[in-house]
């Protein structure tokens, strides 16, 4: 963690193929995620017409694809055949669907209104269909996975059991005043960066790497979850709500130990001061939580530590061969810092 | 459906240990039960604690068993040997869990207040770590299946999807006054026969079947389930409610199209007219209505409905070598008729 604090783009070799590859770095994997993209929709016509809507609504509503372009990318870094690219696909799309059903039971759970700047599921079509179009996104993962070996399943079996532990721990740690780095850390881990572990982990071994390149790109996985999720609070915070499609401050108003929430209280007095009196996190009081998190030293710590993992991911992707492939999980992991959504 | 008045016990031939099945038809495999068990216990233990007291408080809140029981006697009915019996007891846990999971979903979808003459998950834990837990149980169910061949866990993954659309046809239909049999029956299939289906195919697969004895004991389940789940509904409307562990006539306070529900929106135009005016299923209203519902005529035409199902599995039955297993499973399949819990 020591490079922490700066991120040097121009260090990274950019090969000739390189100027397509910035501007979208998924362009690279371009047709494997068509494939993906299409097999993913034809997995979501359940034969109740509900459940498909539902799964359509969520899926077809811009979401990003990160899970699966880094899935593909990962494993086409690792020399992953062509022959292969089946297995890599049927990984991607699972582990999208798993995703997917953990935002709608997200979206139950914190009854969250607005997803991607629409309604939500829930609010659309309430909360007992939404409850089991998420089951269905489960059921589906569980059935591709029916064809990788017994190892390959225990490794997404345990990314979704560790999931549904780390949703636990944050509803654990809600309106917390004491929660420290170390237990954001877990939670993210937990909650979001397990699946980009498993899925970095599935992708290597997919593509036949020996044990130590499934192992770094685990770690990959790892570090690129962490900071996805250390910059999607920082937005939660920064908004603004066209950009990122749902209210601004929504984890203040939840409770959520989010990143700016846990370092504003271990430095702040007066907003330890709020979340140990409970207070009503509205009007004037949200108002003023806001503006301390919104402070620019605290918003620089946040976007120091997710530089740190963004940093370490390309320490780990120096192990890869150089690659055109390389250069775009470069370019990914790198826009996470500067992402706007 | 010939035969569906009488179920004639006599005619099964009881070898020398039946008088112990008779008494408890599961006896015969209680150590491969207890090693499930005890397998499963260990499963629920998660590192939220939340998790594993939730899952365990519904796992050991005094369920029936019945889908472990009906995995392991169809494995051993079907000659399956001991060399293989940890893949049985891993299938019938799997199918355990999965039915969990959609009991503690089911009370979110239902708001049910009570289960098995205790308060529910949901009464007890809130919502959001109740409907976390059933996530958990499924991917717990999802790791164990990794062990198997592709085509097996694509069994049990179907099962879980058809669980999904029945649970949403289900939803489609209530408070229908004019859902028909052939609905209803679609319902169940989908809802509860499915998991007993796919028990009933892994299990033969496992115990080594050729491919015409897998499909009878798929229909064999089938049968099982669809028996089951019809007692059970004739059960809600008869009560009373210590024995069968929630208020009387649940499935008609919300409107759920169950077994005599449908049977008498189509003979009486009194509750057919009740329901298609949407009458609040409360007080004199529902007095009235849960009146109707146990007309005794209507009551014997439902457990006569039952008893075909009954018939049909004993006829499946046949078509393996006798032993005692398959007397215990023909007790078991009997019983459904006349339990009382």
């Known amino acids: 963690m020591k490079k922490a604090k700066t991120i040097d783009l121009a ?33 979501l016509d359940s034969n109740e ?43 991607a799309i699972a582990l ?62 345990q990314a979704c059991i560790e999931l549904t532990e780390g949703e636990v721990m944050e509803g654990r740690l809600r309106h917390s005043a004491s929660a420290t780095i170390a237990d954001y850390r877990q939670v993210i881990t ?42 999607d609070d920082l937005l939660d915070v920064l908004g603004p709500e066209e ?14 130990p989010s990143l700016p929430v846990v370092l504003a209280a271990a430095r702040n007095p007066e907003l330890k001061q709020m979340l140990q009196n409970r207070v009503e996190m509205s009007g004037a009081a949200f108002q003023r939580a806001l503006e301390i998190l919104r402070d620019p030293k605290l918003i620089a710590e946040a976007r120091a530590m997710a530089a740190a993992e963004v940093m370490i991911a390309r320490d780990i992707l120096r192990e890869l061969r150089p690659s055109p492939y390389r250069d775009s999980l470069a370019a990914i992991i790198d826009e996470q810092i500067d992402r706007e959504v």
Chains 1, 2 share one sequence.
Request: charged letters at 25%; glycine letters at 10%.
């Open 11 to 43: 260090s990274r070799r950019a090969p000739a193929s390189a100027n397509r590859a910035l501007s979208n770095p998924a362009a690279i994997v371009e047709a494997d995620l068509a494939a993906a993209e299409a097999k993913l929709t034809r997995l």
């Open 49 to 91: 017409s509900l459940i498909a809507e539902i799964c359509h609504y969520l899926v077809d509503g811009g979401g990003k694809r990160l899970r699966p372009i880094f899935i593909l990318l990962v494993y086409r870094a690792c020399g992953g055949s062509d022959e292969k690219i089946e297995d890599a696909i049927d990984a």
């Open 96 to 157: 999208e669907l798993i995703h997917s059903a953990t935002l709608l039971h997200d979206d139950i759970i914190d009854a969250g209104r607005l997803r991607r700047g629409k309604p939500s599921a829930l609010a659309r079509y309430g909360f007992a269909p939404t409850l089991i179009a998420g089951d269905y996104m489960f059921c589906r993962a569980f059935e591709l996975c029916g064809r990788f070996e017994e190892h390959l399943v225990r490794t997404a079996a």
């Open 190 to 231: 937990r909650k979001t960066a397990s699946l980009f572990y498993a899925g970095g982990k599935v992708a290597a071994d997919l593509a036949g790497m020996p044990s130590g390149g499934i192992d770094a790109m685990s770690r990959l996985g790892l570090t690129m979850g962490l900071a996805f999720q250390m910059i």
């Open 243 to 256: 950009k990122i499609g749902k209210p601004v401050g929504s984890d203040l108003r939840e409770g959520i």
